[in-house]
């Protein structure tokens, strides 16, 4: 006699293989970002530094002062 009460058991079914979940995606991509991100600031403060100091080389005029005579703004 079955008892109501007894469940059928369903077949053993083997675990699928899973690919990676979205969360690792995610952090993946986050990753290669910070890291073009990193390597574009390290490239733009480069070229910057390297413009300053060129500029430091060119002295073509040391005399920044506006040329003409100076009374006239006095009066």
């Known amino acids: 006699m079955t008892n109501s009460l007894d469940s059928v058991r369903s077949p053993e079914v083997q675990p699928a293989m899973r690919s990676p979940s979205g969360w690792l995606k995610v952090g993946v991509i986050a990753g290669a970002s910070?890291?073009?991100?990193?390597?574009?600031?390290?490239w733009w403060y480069r070229k910057t530094l390297q413009k300053?100091?060129?500029?430091?080389?060119?002295?073509?005029?040391?005399?920044?002062?506006?040329?003409?005579?100076?009374?006239e703004d006095e009066g």
């Open 34 to 42: 910070a890291l073009a991100g990193g390597l574009a600031a390290a």
């Open 52 to 71: 300053l100091q060129q500029a430091e080389l060119r002295h073509t005029n040391p005399d920044f002062r506006i040329p003409g005579d100076e009374a």
